[in-house]
């Protein structure tokens, strides 16, 4: 409430020393005109006058009378100053609680009451108001540079511009109130006067580039586009029209003082109009257009002017006559001629300025090719791809993803990110694969590349993949030896894990027990003949201890590998633990104090009569994987049937497939808490062999896990099929 209570007190106040200015300005029209008709248009009265006095005979070769002549003056001022205030009052309308907006209201309507001689003519004979067009004017200048210096966002970028504009307003307020005093900027040198202005445009400036280049969006670009372009065609105009205003030729003709005043305030005009479309911003155009055309024209047009004159003037000397029809002639059918190649040539040293070499995409793979005959990386030529895409096109930024393992990773950047600039994808395919993608950004927001700039691109794409191939090689033989790497550290720990816990069950089970087993026997000896009793109880301690002995250094060589695969192997031992878990499936257990009884499990195993020779890895892993995926489907599966598939692909492919009929897979898969290998490290026993595995669900509703382990060797005759 504080907040727009403070607004609302401010657009008062702004609206306030608005309508002061304004009612100042139409107050001063009418003696702003008897001044004009009755003083200065015959006479000299002042050197703020639009035009320097003239006679009566020059007036009347146009038809024109005092009366009339000072009228034009008057209207073209009045409606010069009339556009700087619908300015104003568009952006108050529309803006009125932005402060820029406020802001640039004031700027407009101090900068259109004080642009022309009006007021300062018309309130000259008035000692109370005679001050009045010098306070606007340094009130409208504070608050344009005001704003340049805020413009769009509202901070000071960089801050330290602020220190600068302190003092400058400061200068501004000491020189109003000391009139007539050393701190009169009037009474200022000419030299440090412009220094001290110079300083402040110099300082906008550069607020102005550097906001642009680094803390801008794309729409506050625009918006600073407009009304830079805005200020520099008014200033340069400005200073064009007013070199004309001193040359003699117009001195003894009053009506070309008309036109160079018209065209003068149709020059300035423009600062109210591209301020409006840049604070207006649902209202923003794209300039880019605008200025390519304007700065073409504008060069095109001086080109002309000069080639003509010299031509001209050339000629003059060389025939020792002025004025001459033939000479003219010929200047008007060289200019006539090299007008068109003159605009081409002119609008591709633009286009190439503002949108780069599209045009030319032969000079720029020629370049790309110098770049990369140096001994270069894949990585570092893909590195020039880039920038020379983003220098040839002036691109904001430019960057190149590489997809490896089905994940992009970015393999090369130029340029910064653009906020607020589209960004637009193209596809990097080589021999009909694709490798990539590469991410361009527009040079402005919703920006539509032209055909010569997707020409390009394509161009530049097609020797991108090449490259991109070198280096996805590149990159994949890195991930592979990196991968190489981690399983020879995986496998040095598993083994030295292996053999810490074989010597800690050696040397702290198995070694006490076994000379524990020798002070036994040396005490049996003992007893033999004195206690026979005490010997025979000795001993049957004895064969306790040694039952308990081998039992452990059994479990142990289990660990390391089933006894059962040595005895019957792969498919007996396998027939065996499912005869095991057949046994145990429908018996009673205790879960968590209460007894429950499963279902009957009903297991069938389908494999070839015989298997080839396999490796001792492939055995123990196939094993140990169908173990676990047995033990899974009792525990937690809640099925009635399973089947057991074992199969031979190609001679050198064991294929291993356990299907059930249960509830199938969970959404969530938790770790077991009771230990055993898991999910995980079935996967982790068939990766390490080469081999892939798959956890899906099964036709009858279930769970299906196949792992494939690949071995050498083998027949095509142990084929057989998986159904």
């Known amino acids: 409430m504080l907040v727009r209570k403070n607004v609302l007190i401010l657009q008062i106040l702004v609206v306030a020393v608005c309508a002061l200015m304004i009612g100042f300005y139409i107050n001063n029209i009418s003696s702003y005109y008897e001044i004009l008709r009755t ?35 008057v209207i073209m001022e009045c409606t010069f100053s009339f556009l700087f205030y619908l300015a104003a009052f568009i952006i108050f309308i529309k803006s009125k609680r932005d402060l820029l907006g406020l802001l640039a209201m004031v700027a407009l309507v101090a900068y259109g009451t004080t642009f022309t001689s009006l007021v300062y003519l018309g309130s000259e004979n008035n000692s109370t108001l005679a001050r009045f067009p010098e ?22 970028v960089p801050k330290w511009t602020m220190f600068v504009y302190i003092p400058f307003c400061m200068i501004q307020f000491v020189s109003f109130m000391l009139p007539g005093t050393s701190f009169d900027l ?24 550097y906001r642009y280049r680094k803390v ?10 407009w009304v830079v372009y805005g200020a520099i065609i008014s200033l340069l105009g400005s200073v064009m029209i007013s070199g004309f205003f001193v040359y003699p030729v117009f001195a003894n003709n009053p009506v070309s003082y008309l036109y160079l005043s018209a065209l003068l305030y149709v020059v300035v005009a423009i600062i109210p109009l591209t301020l409006v479309l840049a604070i207006l911003r649902r209202r923003l155009w794209d300039i880019d257009p605008l200025v390519n055309r304007t700065i073409l024209y ?14 001209v003037l050339y000629l003059g000397s060389i025939f020792k006559t002025k004025d001459n029809f033939m000479i003219s002639l010929f200047s008007t059918g060289v200019v006539a001629v090299l007008f068109s190649p003159l605009k081409e040539r002119l609008q591709r040293l633009l286009n190439r300025l ?33 920038r020379t895409i983003k220098s040839a096109l002036r691109l904001p930024f430019v960057e190149i993803f590489i997809r490896v393992n089905d994940e992009e990773k970015m393999a090369a950047i130029a340029g910064d990110s653009a906020k607020g600039c589209d960004v637009h994808s193209f596809p990097i395919i080589h021999g009909g694969e694709e490798l990539g993608t590469m991410m361009v950004s527009s040079r402005s927001h919703d920006e539509v590349f032209s055909q ?3 020409r390009l691109m394509d161009v530049c794409l097609r020797q991108t993949g ?9 990159w994949g033989m890195q991930l592979l030896a990196q991968d190489l790497q981690e399983s020879r550290e995986r496998i040095i720990y598993a083994r030295e894990e292996e053999r810490l816990h074989i010597r800690r069950n050696l040397h702290d089970d198995l070694a006490p027990k076994l000379l524990s087993l020798a002070f036994n026997v040396a005490a049996a000896e003992q007893y033999v003949n004195k206690q026979p009793d005490k010997a025979v109880e000795l001993l049957g301690e004895l064969r306790g201890v040694i039952r308990t002995t081998v039992n452990e250094i059994r479990t142990m060589v289990h660990d390391l590998r089933p006894p059962t695969l040595d005895e019957f192997g792969l498919l007996g031992a396998i027939d065996a633990r499912i005869n095991e878990i057949r046994k145990t499936a429908g018996e009673k257990k205790e879960q968590g104090g209460a007894v429950s009884v499963t279902a009957p499990l009903k297991i069938c195993l389908s494999a070839p009569p015989q298997l080839p020779e396999l490796p001792a890895a492939v055995e123990v892993a196939a094993y140990r994987i169908i173990t676990e995926a047995l033990v899974n489907v009792v525990k937690h599966a809640e099925a009635t049937e399973c089947t057991v598939r074992i199969a031979v692909r190609s001679g050198s492919r064991l294929e291993i497939e356990v299907n059930d009929d249960g509830k199938g897979l969970p959404l969530v898969i938790k770790p077991s808490k009771m230990g055993g290998i898991g999910m995980k490290s079935i996967r982790e026993r068939t990766v390490e062999l080469g081999g892939h595995c798959f956890f899906e669900k099964s036709d009858a509703g279930g769970t299906r896990v196949r792992a494939v382990l690949p071995f050498a060797g083998g027949e095509e005759g142990y084929e057989n099929s998986i159904n």
């Open 39 to 73: 003083d200065c248009t015959l006479n000299p009265c002042s050197t703020l006058a639009p035009a320097p006095p003239t006679t009566l005979e020059a007036l009347s070769v146009y038809s024109l009378t005092p009366d009339i002549y000072s009228l034009w003056f």
């Open 135 to 156: 306070a606007i004017a340094g009130l409208g200048r504070m608050a344009f540079f005001l704003f340049l210096l805020l413009f769009p966002k509202g901070q000071f």
């Open 186 to 209: 009037l009474n200022w040198s000419n030299t440090t006067r412009l220094f001290y202005y110079l300083t402040m445009i110099g300082v906008t400036i550069f607020s102005q580039v």
């Open 216 to 225: 801008s969006s794309s729409i506050e670009k625009q918006q600073t586009k």
């Open 298 to 311: 504008g060069a095109l047009s001086l080109a002309i002017i000069l080639l003509y004159a010299g031509i």
């Open 354 to 386: 503002m949108k780069g070499r599209h045009d030319d995409p032969y000079s720029v793979l020629r370049e790309l090719g110098d770049h990369l005959v140096q001994p270069l990386s894949p990585e570092e030529a893909l590195q020039e791809v880039a």
């Open 452 to 454: 010569e700039d997707l």
């Open 466 to 474: 090449v490259i991109l191939q070198n280096v996805k090689m590149t």
